[in-house]
């Protein structure tokens, strides 16, 4: 497929924001118009933990906060002005009543936001832990329950009941939506697996073949995996990317396969880790951020040395990338929702750490710079291009 040569210049902008969630609080990050010099805004909600912070690129306006507060809960924020102001849901995600004799459910934070297709204004998805899907159709101010997910008579054996292992908890995440058809909706469960609806939500089925799940006696069963992030490419949304707890994945549809090709990776590094992130002009081309999965599963940087690790075709080979990035004694990682790209051309990223910096590139990670230093643990960064 051609690449698009379209070019969207940092100058051309009006301006950048980062969404920056954390532990503590949220943050927006004011680019100018070069992406060398950035302001802080905040903290909002300074000491509840905020999960995700989006921004809907239908209206250019709209931002939503998943917070899980100490006096509210687990609950969601709308904003209508930047995030001058901020009101709660009047229903935030909450799951139905159970039945008699059934285990009752109950959100204890809401992990993942997504916006729903362009052609449905004012539609969002919420993720939740446990594994929850929660649909919105007045632009974040109540939310419902999928029932197609949510009571899905698999859904116990699919998201491995609340004890399930998952630090932090198990969590929905990675909600996508195909960019042609609204009715095609992709999802993550760490744990459980990818599954794939094409109505909507009412109907679900695991989509694993080929996916490792390497702390089972069958490393490759139907489901009960754990994707850590999953995309798809929004100008091939046949091909998806994911990586895994077990691995980087590339999967090019109609081939339901998923081809490990994090085997590419130096084997000193390795292929786990939570994030991937795709170049949105270039299907061939995605970011990871290694983290030390061995043994006891410490979580770090591999060898307090860490890189950015770049393929540009498909996966058969990686480049490390670490200009500007500490050479030795850091020991931080990278969360699934912590790496963005914000669209431009060259094309710029951002990523957070555990330890609290915001890093950037200008040059598609060519050099780093750390932008922001001493934030709280960063839970996830969004760029917004207004």
Known sequence: MPKTTTRATPAARSRLMLLV?????????????????????????LGHIIHHVVLDPRDKQTLLAAARTGHLGPTVFRSDDFGKTWAEA????????????????????VFWLTPGHVSEPGVWYAGTSPQGLFRSEDGGRTWHGVAGFNDHPMYGKWAGGEQDGTPD?????????????????????????VFVSDDQGAAWRPMNRGSRADFFPDPYPDYGQDPHCLAVHPLRPDRLYQQNHCGIYRMDLPDETWVRIGDNMPRDVGDI?????????????????????SDVWPRVSPGGKPAVYVTRDAGARWKRQDRGLPRAQAWFTVKRQAFCADGFDPLGLYFGTTAGALWASTDEGGHWNCIVPHLPEIYAVEAAVI
């Open 169 to 193: 908890g198990p969590t929905t995440h990675s909600i996508r939506i195909d960019p042609r058809d609204a009715r095609r909706m992709y999802l993550g469960l760490s744990g459980g697996g």
């Open 273 to 293: 880790g939570f994030p991937i992130v795709l170049h949105p002009r270039d299907p061939d081309t995605a970011w990871v951020f290694p983290m030390d999965g």
């Open 90 to 109: 009047a229903r935030p995600p909450q799951f139905a009543k159970a039945a008699e004799g059934v285990t009752p459910r109950a959100v204890d934070h």
């Open 21 to 45: 969630a954390t532990r503590k609080g949220a943050f927006v990050i004011r680019g100018d118009a070069a992406r060398q010099r950035f302001r802080i805004d905040g903290p909002h909600f």
